[in-house]
């Protein structure tokens, strides 16, 4: 994982927008947001707290969707969806 990358996952909104703002604070220029699956809604959300209330002033760049196949729990393989979305100063 990059420096300048932030996994959603099952954690607060507040944590990722914090790490997001704290990221885009520290002269990084870009950070890209990444989620997989039921968090791709979270990291839209992230991504749209952090523009309208905390980082008015900051630009949604790119936005990359894709799948991926991992492993099922029961064995096999599946796809899951992924979102990545760019955001910088």
């Known amino acids: ?32 947001i990444k989620a997989r699956g039921r968090s791709i809604s979270s990291a839209v959300d992230i991504v749209q707290i952090v523009k309208n209330k905390f980082a008015k002033d900051a630009k949604i760049g790119e936005v990359k969707i894709g799948t991926q196949e991992v492993e099922a729990k029961e064995g096999g393989k599946i796809n899951v969806s992924t979102i990545e979305i760019s955001i910088s100063k």
């Open 1 to 32: 994982m990059a420096d300048n990358e932030v996994l959603v996952g099952k954690k607060p909104l507040m944590s990722y927008v914090l790490a997001v703002i704290t990221q885009l604070s520290e002269a990084k220029g870009e950070v890209v």
